[in-house]
């Protein structure tokens, strides 16, 4: 079973659409993140969740939108995509916001036209 | 605010040679340190992380790393390479009493020449 699940994990669309990422961890944990890695294999923290609430909020354009249903998923939504949003986003999760390992998914490759 | 800087962005080694990646960061709090490993167009996969016990940390694949605070590094050793450690190596801080992001560095891809 997978710890930390991502689909899509290749999405293409062009400019200016809207699209979603579904993020979802059987670990039973409380904390989730998203992470962005960029075309230079650079990784940022974009948002985190504890319990369903948004602890960390870097900055990003509020184009982006998390949203967490439960404590098992963490969706993110982009509105009007840019080129520049190009990249693979990567989930992870964490036992509580206290705790130090976080486990990643595979990621999720947008390719934006 | 904390940052890591891992120097060399491609190292090449020989198969059965000491693997060598290096690693500095910056904290204004006591920190944790991890590393982690991304193999192609994969996840990425915690290999050991230092949590303020032990200074030598061993994790899994025979890799190791050891936090000096005196030079502010943590870096990370295989004594020697396999075929299957060619990857790209992320080395992250996260401070110890606070929102737990991690901060990675900007990667090191591991080339291992037969």
């Known amino acids: ?75 993110l939504h982009i509105n009007s995509l840019e080129l520049g949003d190009s990249a693979v986003y990567f989930c992870a999760s964490s036992q509580s916001v206290s705790t130090d390992t976080q486990y990643f998914g595979p990621g999720t490759r947008l390719t934006v036209l | 605010a904390q940052s890591v800087t891992q120097l060399g962005s491609h190292v090449s080694v020989s198969e059965g040679a000491l693997v060598l990646l290096r690693c500095n960061y910056s904290s204004s709090v006591p920190p944790y340190l991890f590393w982690y490993v991304q193999y192609p167009n994969q996840g990425l996969q915690l290999l050991l ?6 200074t030598l940390v061993k994790g899994i694949n025979g890799f190791e790393a050891e936090f000096k605070k005196s030079e502010t590094s943590f ?3 295989k004594p020697s390479a396999h075929m299957s450690d060619a990857a790209e190596y992320f080395c992250a801080v996260s401070d110890s009493a606070g929102r737990r992001a991690l901060t990675f560095g900007s990667g090191t891809r591991l080339q291992v020449q037969p």
């Open chain 2, 49 to 54: 992380k230092y949590t303020s016990a032990a």
């Open chain 1, 1 to 75: 079973d997978t710890a930390v699940s991502q689909t899509p994990k290749y999405l293409v669309t062009q400019m200016g659409n809207d699209k979603s990422i579904k993020c979802e961890q059987n670990l039973g944990h409380d904390t989730m993140y998203w992470y962005k890695q960029d075309s230079k294999k650079f990784l940022k923290i974009m948002f985190s969740y504890n319990n369903k609430e948004l602890i960390i909020n870097e900055t990003v354009p509020n184009r982006f939108s998390p949203k967490s249903p439960d404590k098992a998923h963490l969706n």
């Open chain 2, 75 to 77: 870096h990370l050793t």
